[in-house]
């Protein structure tokens, strides 16, 4: 298996733009994790899915944060607008049933 | 609030076994608690996981005490390749959310 996949791996924006980082999870596993990665904060969780519906998206920093999973190998989530201050490597993760999770490359989104 | 702290960083020698803790003032008594090795430019890969007591697999042993206040991996005979950053995670139990801890560095020296 590819591993969890995520494009694209760098995104430069300005702010105001919209912004959609998209993640390719392990055939197989029926969950799916969103991490935002800032050395101030850390690693956070944003949200995650289960078998395709969210469960908990408390982690979604405000309303210009949304996610989608529309079927069980794609995930997207969408900045808009961005602000600089979304700036970080925004991480995806997917596992089976509670198991270990497995992480993505990540993608590095800067926003000017 | 649960809070989950490491050593921000940490040095040591090839050869060397090197052990970081994580102090987890409310994690869950019913989840794994878990810890992760981070490169540059890489997302977070396993390394072991356990619930109580002792954990050992080919890469690294985990040790948690009864209380479940904090847990110790414990990495033998450390080489340069283990300079990493080293993440616990665990589920707090107030808002039953997956944490992760501030994260270690371990430099690892010739």
């Known amino acids: 298996d590819a591993g969890v996949i995520q494009s694209p791996r760098h995104e430069v924006t300005e702010m105001g733009q919209e912004v959609t980082l998209r993640c390719k999870p392990i055939?197989?596993?029926?969950?799916l994790f969103w991490y935002r990665q800032t050395m101030m904060r850390g690693l956070e969780l944003l949200i995650y899915?289960?078998?395709?519906?969210?469960?908990?998206d408390s982690g979604m920093p405000e309303d210009r944060f949304s996610a989608k999973m529309p079927n069980a190998s794609f995930s997207t989530l969408k900045i808009q607008p961005s602000e600089p201050r979304d700036s970080a490597v925004y991480f995806c993760a997917s596992n089976l049933a509670g198991d270990t999770q497995y992480f993505g490359p990540g993608t590095r989104l800067t926003v000017l | 609030l649960a809070k989950t702290t490491q050593p921000i960083s940490m040095d040591s020698y090839e050869g060397q076994e090197v052990n970081i803790t994580c102090s987890h003032n409310?994690?869950?008594?019913?989840?794994?608690i878990t810890w992760y090795q981070q490169f540059p430019s890489q997302g977070p890969r396993f390394i072991i996981q356990?619930?109580?007591t002792k954990v050992t697999n080919e890469v690294a042993s985990l040790f948690i005490p009864a209380d479940r206040k904090s847990s110790t991996l414990s990495l033998p005979r450390v080489s340069l390749s283990d300079t990493a950053v080293y993440y616990c995670l665990g589920v707090a139990v107030d808002t039953d959310k997956l944490i992760f801890g501030t994260g270690t560095r371990l430099q690892v020296f010739p």
């Open positions: 356990g619930y109580k």
């Open positions: 409310n994690i869950a008594t019913n989840d794994y």
């Open positions: 899915f289960n078998n395709n519906v969210p469960i908990d």
């Open positions: 055939s197989g596993h029926n969950s």
